[in-house]
């Protein structure tokens, strides 16, 4: 066999074995659970639903269709802190596997952002059927989600990457990420317009790539229009830089996995 | 063509630490304290080749690195020093049930381990039957892998590593735990193996297993491989070793 086909025999292999855990993974998660997999449609759901019902209530904000606007943030918000949070203990979660079969590492970290990708694409079927109701009819500018999808991917795929390696050494980490994720939550565009925050910090809340995808995704979805040029391609670079260096990390630490669990 | 396992002055040393820290509060608290460690070495310069076609014995007491070596060869340990050249596709079941799922079916095992071990939809499908009845768990094939016994985890990890259609087998006392019907039919695949010229590295404390199977043995003593040769001298040796 000559390098090539060799290496294409290899990918296939490994797209196999993604596909494969993806189903068993699926099974695992909501197995056992009463409601299944209804539940983790749910959940962000009832999330939604106290923050609407507060902030349109007891303390408004000035933001038209805000159902839908808050909606869109927090399932973006809720596939980034479930694809970490489950992702970064894959390799604990997996130890059997990992400690008795050679196959490529990466394939399970892979599979379970994968995993929560499918979550994020159901509860977005709830979102058009929201769009819907409002009457906002999204236009051609919506296709640009398709780019925004694989940029979501990739970012909280790269961030698993660093978490789920560092967490073989340190197994308190998920408390730890946890705090982290409240304090981005509130940090982010969520809830709040980003109008509310004085203009001399946007730049610090632009940092965070959520924030931008969150923004943008709400541009070609409710605003019609889509961001410029110049700040999709600054997001573009970002992703790229998060997960060539989220992937890097997992590489230094790929074959210490077995022996640490 | 070249030697299906090329090991040169192979070592693995594991560092143990005298504390355990693996949480980041753990880490933080003793900031300061320097970490001190055992060196624990569970090979030590071991070199040998095993050559295609080759039935070979590992004997040794426990903790004399022959899990080790077999990870090592399997590509799931890294060496601390030498190398391992490997030459043809590896099926390991090592130490019993080649990695399941606890909470998965058996039905569902199946599909993710023979994935794994680099075999399609389609050959699954083909050979589902078969893994079924050799492992004789045709009336458990929907009960969770948690729910069997050793003796069944281990029939199905063989069953399943047997379609694998690997170069070389890695077997981590597979034979151990079942009863001796199983143990036949394994002796009837291991003897298919030997005829298709596969390599097959099997560890057991199973004396009788080595001079009856195999052409060849290692005898690995606290890391050391202190003997290599023909397998009923080398079960001598290890008897010897353990008379002392």
Redesign the interface.
């Known amino acids: 066999m000559s390098y090539n086909t060799l290496k294409r025999e290899h990918l296939a292999h490994s797209i196999r074995i993604i596909k494969e855990l993806v189903i068993s993974d699926f099974k695992l998660r909501y197995q056992g659970s009463y409601l299944g997999y209804f539940w983790t449609l749910i959940k962000p759901l009832l999330l939604f639903g106290v923050i609407y019902t507060v902030f349109t209530f007891f303390m408004p904000v000035a933001v038209e269709n805000y159902a839908i606007y808050l909606l869109l943030g927090v399932l973006i918000w809720n596939f980034f802190s479930e694809s970490t949070l489950i992702g970064m203990n894959t390799f604990l979660s997996k130890r059997d596997l990992v400690t008795k079969i050679y196959f490529s590492r990466a394939a399970l970290v892979y599979a379970s952002t994968i995993s929560s990708l499918i979550t994020l694409l159901l509860n977005l079927v709830i979102f058009f059927f929201f769009l819907a109701i409002a009457g906002v009819a999204p236009g051609w500018e919506a296709l640009f989600f398709i780019l925004y999808l694989a940029e979501m991917y990739l970012i909280a795929t790269g961030i698993t990457f660093v978490l789920a390696s560092l967490t073989i050494h340190f197994r308190d980490l998920q408390h730890i990420w946890e705090i982290l994720l409240q304090i981005g939550f509130w940090l982010t565009p969520i809830i709040y317009p980003i109008t509310v925050v004085p203009f001399e910090y946007h730049s610090l809340i632009f940092l965070n790539p959520w924030a931008r995808i969150i923004e943008y995704s709400r541009d070609i979805f409710i605003r019609h229009h889509i961001p410029s040029l110049y700040l999709n391609i600054i997001l573009f670079i970002g992703t790229v830089i998060i997960f060539a260096l989220g992937y890097a990390i997992f590489k230094t630490q790929e074959n210490k996995i077995a022996e640490k669990l | 063509m070249n030697d299906p396992i090329h090991i040169q002055n192979l070592s693995k040393t594991?560092k143990l630490p005298h504390e355990r820290r693996?949480?980041?509060?753990e880490?933080l608290l003793k900031i300061a304290k320097k970490r001190t460690y055992e060196e624990f070495h569970a090979l030590k310069d071991v070199s040998l080749n095993i050559q295609k076609g080759d039935f070979v014995g590992v004997v040794g007491r426990n903790g004399s690195g022959k899990t080790t070596l077999l990870?090592l060869i399997?590509?799931?340990?890294?060496p601390s020093e030498g190398t391992v050249k490997v030459d043809g596709k590896?099926a390991?079941?090592?130490?019993l049930?080649?990695?399941?799922?606890?909470?998965?079916t058996a039905r569902?095992n199946i599909?993710?381990?023979a994935?794994?071990?680099?075999l399609?939809?389609a050959q699954i499908k083909e050979k589902f039957d078969e893994i079924v009845s050799f492992a004789e768990i045709e009336n458990f094939l929907d009960l969770k892998i948690k729910n069997f016994s050793a003796g069944m985890k281990a029939r199905l990890a063989f069953a399943i590593a047997k379609e694998a259609d690997a170069d070389i087998y890695l077997c981590d006392e597979v034979l151990a735990v079942g009863d001796e019907g199983f143990q036949k039919k394994c002796m009837t695949v291991f003897e298919k193996w030997k005829e298709e010229g596969k390599t097959i590295l099997l560890v057991t404390h199973n004396s009788d297993q080595i001079r009856d199977l195999c052409t060849k043995a290692f005898f690995l003593q606290q890391g050391q491989l202190v003997a290599a040769g023909a397998p009923a001298e080398i079960v001598e040796r290890y008897h010897q070793s353990l008379a002392l």
């Not at chain 2, 049930?97 to 998965?104: D, R, T």
């Not at chain 2, 994935?115 to 680099?118: D, I, K, R």
Request: aromatic content about 12%; proline content about 6%; glycine content about 12%.
């Open positions: 594991f693996d949480t980041l509060k880490n990870k399997a590509g799931i340990y890294q590896i390991p079941f090592l130490e049930g080649i990695g399941f799922q606890p909470e998965l569902e599909v993710v381990n994935t794994l071990l680099g399609t939809r």
